[in-house]
């Protein structure tokens, strides 16, 4: 729920910027979103779940709008012309902060893509949302990760992990942030 404090967000959203056009998940997406979605990679690292077939993306389509509704959190499709989905980008309000995350389609990925998104998606939770920093929750072993959050300027907080299970196994997240700039 969002407090008279925090901006709700608005009923649609699409963000252009750094060549990308981060926009609504659609219900025409939902054929597509297997081949972004059923992939080990993605299943180990993420708790999207899996396997992840039709029944899951129309699911996904569903959350989306339920967090939105909620304003808990803003899910996002990676496109490069505003059609084609290639991946996602997400913003959550928590009690920890303003946390990002992404995930890009085994097809698409070598392009940057998540790197450019997470700079977008940041910059409009600094821009609209009044966020004073963003967050990604990520394991070290996570190469790829980790590689974007260096090269987007986030910068890995001294703070406890964030220790759990899920699908069997268990994590440790770090906490990288990224202040609003000039703060």
Do not use: C
Request: charged share 25%.
């Amino acid at each position: 729920m969002t407090s008279s404090a925090t901006p709700p967000f608005p009923e649609h959203l699409e963000l252009s910027g750094e060549g990308l056009v981060l926009r609504d998940w659609r219900e025409e997406d939902v054929p597509a979103m297997p081949a972004l979605f059923d992939h080990p990679d993605i299943a180990y690292w993420t708790p999207i779940v899996s396997p992840f077939d039709d029944e899951a993306a129309r699911n996904r389509l569903g959350t989306a709008r339920r967090l939105r509704a909620e304003g808990t959190a803003v899910l996002l499709a990676i496109t490069l012309d505003g059609v084609a989905p290639l991946g996602e980008v997400m913003l959550r309000r928590s009690s920890e902060g303003t946390e990002l995350g992404y995930a890009v389609g085994p097809a698409h990925r070598g392009q940057g893509l998540a790197g450019r998104a997470v700079r977008v998606m940041a910059a409009y939770a600094f821009a609209e949302l009044g966020a004073d920093r963003v967050i990604l929750e990520l394991e070290a072993e996570n190469a790829a990760s980790v590689a974007v959050a260096t090269a987007t300027g986030f910068r890995l907080l001294g703070v406890p992990l964030i220790e759990g299970e899920e699908k069997g196994r268990p994590f440790a997240l770090q906490t990288w942030a990224l202040d609003r700039p000039g703060a």
